[in-house]
């Protein structure tokens, strides 16, 4: 620890194995009481409307036998308290209230999600992290979601272990040693992270553009889509990390990526991609995925995909 510009740093963070995350967030690192309208065929033959949660449509989403997207609206209806409301304000978005819902829960006592004490070490550590969810919110939306988590989760020690190694970060790689305030240090923090909403407008627009997944994705089926859109939501963190790696001169260290999710879809379909694309063209990189779909395994099922380093702790 080292006193800089009269602020503390920690230059020690030039040491550690470098570690990433991406994370899932409904039920992966909270528990959201946000609902998605389905139609489910009942015994008499009749289809009915019902609101299921997030992890319920995991293990139904499927099972087209019994359950279907509303025939008044289809997709869009269903899911349309995962989009922003247009000209909403803050405290007016969907997911900035139910995160909040969802962390007042914890702070009463529920559990909260397979990964959520991962995502507090990440933010206490200052590594860059991703959110990759199937939702369509706005990536400011997701930030500020983030943030959120920050102000509300962490303790004031925490939160300035945070500060002193992000600023540790600053120092030892981007050469900087005159500091912003606390807030813009951390500002520019979330500015380095990654916040994809695959079903957002704007995440959809750069997919399709794409010369590889927009033809994969043109040619996939429905249900074969979320799936593909994470992928290429992880492939632009790694190539991130690996610019930024590159731009700092940190391609040297060790480097590991994480990537939770309670979907078993989508981790199957996510480790099939790493095996086939990523792991080629990251040669150095290792990758690890964490299966959270089942409740009993308190941090999930690991899964080595590519890579033999040992890192500890992941």
């Known amino acids: 620890m080292e006193i800089i510009d009269g602020r503390k740093v920690n230059t020690e963070v ?14 992966n690192i909270l528990h959201m009481p946000t609902r998605i309208y389905l139609e489910k065929l009942s015994r008499d033959g ?36 995962f989009q922003d409301a247009p000209d909403a304000c803050s405290d007016d978005l969907a997911f900035i209230r ?46 500020e979601a983030v943030r959120l988590f920050i102000d509300r989760v962490l303790t004031q020690e925490e939160r300035d272990e945070m500060l002193t ?8 790689f981007d ?21 994809h909403a695959v079903t957002n407008p704007d995440f959809h627009e750069r997919l399709v553009g794409d010369s590889d997944f927009g033809v994969r994705f043109a040619e996939a089926s429905a249900d074969e889509r979320p799936e593909l ?3 290429f939501a992880i492939r ?14 940190a391609l040297g260290h060790q ?20 095996r086939s694309e990523l792991a080629r063209r990251f040669g150095g990189f290792k990758f690890v995925v964490y299966d959270t779909s089942d409740p009993s395994l308190t941090n999930g099922r690991k899964v080595t995909v590519a890579g033999q380093l040992k890192l500890p702790g992941f």
């Open 175 to 195: 050469k900087v040693d005159k500091f912003g305030t606390d807030e813009e240090e951390l500002d520019y923090f979330l500015s380095m992270c990654r916040y």
């Open 229 to 231: 859109a994470k992928e």
């Open 14 to 27: 030039a040491k550690r194995d470098f570690k990433y995350y991406i994370f899932d967030w409904d039920d």
């Open 46 to 81: 009749v289809w009915r409307s019902v609101a299921v949660s997030t992890s319920t449509y995991a293990l139904v989403r499927t099972d087209t036998a019994h359950y279907r997207m509303p025939q008044n609206g289809g997709r869009a209806a269903a899911f349309r308290d």
């Open 255 to 274: 480097v590991a990526v994480g990537f939770s999710d309670d979907d078993a879809g989508n981790v199957s379909a996510v480790s099939d991609y790493i």
């Open 98 to 143: 139910d995160t909040k819902s969802a962390l007042n829960r914890i702070a009463s006592g529920e559990s909260p999600g397979p990964s959520f004490e991962t995502l507090r070490k990440t933010l206490r550590e200052g590594r860059i992290f991703a959110i990759v969810t199937a939702r369509g919110h706005a990536a400011e939306t997701i930030r």
């Open 236 to 249: 632009d963190f790694v190539e991130h990390l690996f610019r930024t790696l590159q731009r700092t001169n």
């Open 165 to 172: 190694n992000l600023r540790g970060y600053r120092y030892c």
